[in-house]
Nanobody, 115 residues
């Protein structure tokens, strides 16, 4: 069973940056399309960005131009570089596969954008 561990969140001012990491146990991450998701208080979990097993990235409108998803298959890790953060980016961020197979969710990492 794959375990996902997200890290890198924190408190940041508007306009600031954070880099999130997601480490997967084992060595099968390389075979999967992966995604970063977030869940804000009172809202459903939503996809933020996806990256194919080959490294092609896609973004939802809210993150375009500000977020960059990447992966290091040798390290079984997926990253999300976030820039120009806004109040509305406040949420718990999770990674998981982006496809039909969903692994057990990790604990997520809290991102709080506040002045």
């Amino acid at each position: 069973q794959v375990e996902l561990v997200e890290s890198g969140g924190g408190l940041v001012q508007p306009g600031g940056s954070l880099r999130l990491s997601c480490a997967a146990s084992g060595s099968i991450l390389r075979f999967y399309n992966m995604g970063w998701y977030r869940q804000a208080p009172g809202k459903e979990r939503e996809l933020v960005a996806g990256i194919t097993s080959g490294g092609m990235a896609t973004y939802v409108d809210s993150g375009k131009g500000r977020f960059t998803i990447s992966r290091d298959n040798a390290r079984n890790t997926v990253y999300l570089q976030m820039r120009s953060l806004k109040f509305e980016d406040t949420a718990v961020y999770y990674c998981n596969t982006h496809g039909a197979t969903i692994w057990p969710w990790g604990q997520g990492t809290q991102v709080t954008v506040s002045s």
